[in-house]
């Protein structure tokens, strides 16, 4: 009995290590804010 316990746990064990590996890690993108307003640029006019 004690020993189908550890074998159920040890392949529990790697099951969910083995599930840990597989998803794809996050990549972060880290970007700069754009500004809220632009500058008014001169057009000659008053």
Not at 10 to 25: D, I, K, R, S, W
Request: hydrophobic share 45%; charged share 20%.
């Amino acid at each position: 009995m004690g020993h189908c316990i550890r074998l159920c746990a040890a392949a529990f064990l790697v099951a969910t290590t083995a599930a840990c590996e597989l998803q794809p890690q996050e990549e972060f993108v880290i970007r700069e804010p754009e500004p809220i307003s632009v500058a008014r640029t001169a057009t000659g006019k008053y």
